[in-house]
């Protein structure tokens, strides 16, 4: 099982992931680093990531957008903070209008991702999502993407079975 | 009976360990403050004052039973504060799953 713990604290606003991969920290790392690794993942099949920018520097910035089933184009970018590679990257996930300016109406959520090597060459990585507070929560949550998840889940629990299938 | 919920203060006040308690009591149980303040090594006064936050934060209600009051749970209240971290969950979740799968796929892609 990828997904090891998870912790949800309402009071502090956090919800806390932590998973286990069977490869070294360096591999990891290099899905956050390499752009064209990121948007293999960080999108839904449903909405693809394309990464328009990426300087993962503190300080930098990554822009993306994603297309969606009818042509639209939801923008996103990150503010990064920290970067350690390959253990420790900050940043903070926001929203762009069309023209990929910041969306200031909606919130922002910082990701805090660290990656450490364990046991048996794995590596576990930790992902911190904090929310500026409740109201953000409530915004984030209430912009429809329950039915795109849900979906989601579906046609990727389909794919894993197939490809499990077919490992010899 | 809709109640306007305020997201702030229902999650300061699941943010104690013995309000969560007397939350998870409150759910089935039929107690009064009285009994709920048996279960815990503190004033009947403090416990009251926890139910009072409770209250303000619409997360439980005093319902007459007879001559009894006791302390039942507002459950609408419990799944807004549940349901959003939830869907962050649901979300990372599916992230890291396609993030295994890119691992694993690369590793074949290298042995070629």
């Known amino acids: 099982m990828t997904v090891t713990a998870v912790r949800k604290d309402p009071s502090s606003r956090t919800m806390t992931l932590e998973a286990e991969f069977d490869s070294s920290p360096e591999r990891v790392w290099q899905l956050w680093a390499d752009p064209r690794q990121l948007e293999r993942w960080w999108g839904p099949p449903t909405y693809p990531a394309t990464v328009d920018a990426h300087d993962l520097r503190p300080g930098g910035r990554v822009d993306y957008h994603m297309t969606g089933p009818e042509g639209d184009q939801p923008r996103g970018f990150w503010e990064v903070d920290e970067v350690r590679p390959p253990h420790r990257l900050v940043f903070r996930d926001g929203f762009a209008n069309e023209d990929g300016t910041p969306n200031t109406e909606l919130p922002m959520t910082t990701a805090r991702v660290t990656i450490q090597p364990i046991d048996g060459g794995k590596t576990r990585m930790s992902i911190e999502n904090e929310f500026p507070s409740v109201e953000a929560m409530e915004q984030l949550a209430g912009m429809g993407t329950e039915e795109g998840l849900t979906q989601a889940l579906g046609q990727i629990d389909a794919i894993l079975a197939e490809e499990r299938d077919q490992t010899p | ?112």
Not at chain 2, 29 to 34: D, K, L, P, S
Not at chain 2, 54 to 73: C, M, N, Q, T, Y
């Open chain 2, 1 to 112: 009976m809709q109640l306007t919920l305020d997201h702030d203060r229902i999650f300061g006040a699941l943010g104690d360990a013995t309000r969560r308690d007397i939350v998870r009591r409150a759910i089935d149980g039929e107690e009064g403050v009285a009994e709920l303040a048996t279960h815990y090594p503190m004033s009947f006064a403090a416990v009251q004052k926890h139910v009072a936050v409770l209250e303000r934060a619409g997360l439980v209600s005093k319902h007459r039973i007879g001559r009894r009051k006791v302390v039942r749970a507002n459950l609408e209240g419990l799944r807004v504060a549940r349901r959003l971290l939830d869907r962050y969950e649901e979300l990372w979740r599916e992230r890291v799953e396609r993030m295994d799968q890119l691992i694993s796929g690369s590793s074949e892609v290298g042995d070629r």
